[in-house]
């Protein structure tokens, strides 16, 4: 089942406003407006797993080199996966190290920050992150900070580019249904944020 992210506007104080407490406190963001392409992504990094099952999380391992974190990969296995509960981030978070408090209403929609990286739950669990910071980076190596052209390079050039409150968005659906998109501005060719959405249910 094919579930498409509209719109999504990150704000500062969020966390507390759905009842979940932030790790930090949230940055702000632009608004992005999502919306999904009708073709999948010419070049895509990996393969999807998701038809042999649910996608796994993966042991966490401190990168030797001091290199960002890969959160999530393309076929939605990774530090933290989408269905996962509120209650189940936490835990998991824990283990990583991330300075994190319990939510004060666990299943209830909300935000979860760590630094600027944003982690939305719904009804059905962790569906959505955001990052605009560093500290993470895609399977392929893209980060913030990263061009355009690396982002075509590893991803190809079969997105949906769409313009909004000057805020350009490049969206991919991955083969795994993942949709995977790119923020930047009008006059800037380095990405602001990146992130990854639930289009469909893994089983």
């Not at 042999?52 to 391992?61: F, M, S």
């Not at 669990?125 to 990052?131: A, C, E, P, Y």
């Not at 079969?158 to 969206?171: F, I, K, P, Q, W």
Request: hydrophobic share 40%; with cysteine.
């Amino acid at each position: 089942m094919r579930r498409l992210v509209k719109s999504f506007v990150v704000l500062a104080g969020a966390c507390a406003i759905t009842g979940l407490t932030a790790c930090e406190p949230a940055s702000l963001q632009p608004p992005v407006t999502i919306q999904s392409p009708s073709q999948e992504p010419t070049q895509p990094l990996g393969t999807s797993s998701h038809t042999a099952g649910k996608p796994t999380l993966v042991p966490y391992t401190s990168p030797a080199d001091g290199s960002a974190l890969v959160l999530m990969n393309d076929d939605g296995s990774g530090l933290v996966v989408f269905g996962m509960s509120a209650s189940a981030f936490y835990k998991r978070a824990a283990e990583i190290g991330w300075d994190c408090q319990p939510p004060n209403k666990p299943g209830v929609d909300g935000f979860v920050n760590v630094g600027a990286t944003t982690f939305i739950f719904g009804s059905d669990g962790l569906h959505r992150i955001d990052v605009a910071d560093s500290s993470f980076q895609t399977q392929g190596g893209f980060a913030v900070g990263d061009s355009i052209a690396k982002m075509e390079q590893l991803y190809g050039t079969n997105y949906e580019r769409s313009n909004a409150s000057d805020v350009l968005t490049y969206t991919y659906v991955l083969p795994s249904g993942l949709q995977f998109y790119v923020v930047t501005t009008p006059n800037s060719l380095l990405a602001t944020g990146w992130g990854f959405a639930y289009l469909q249910d893994f089983a």
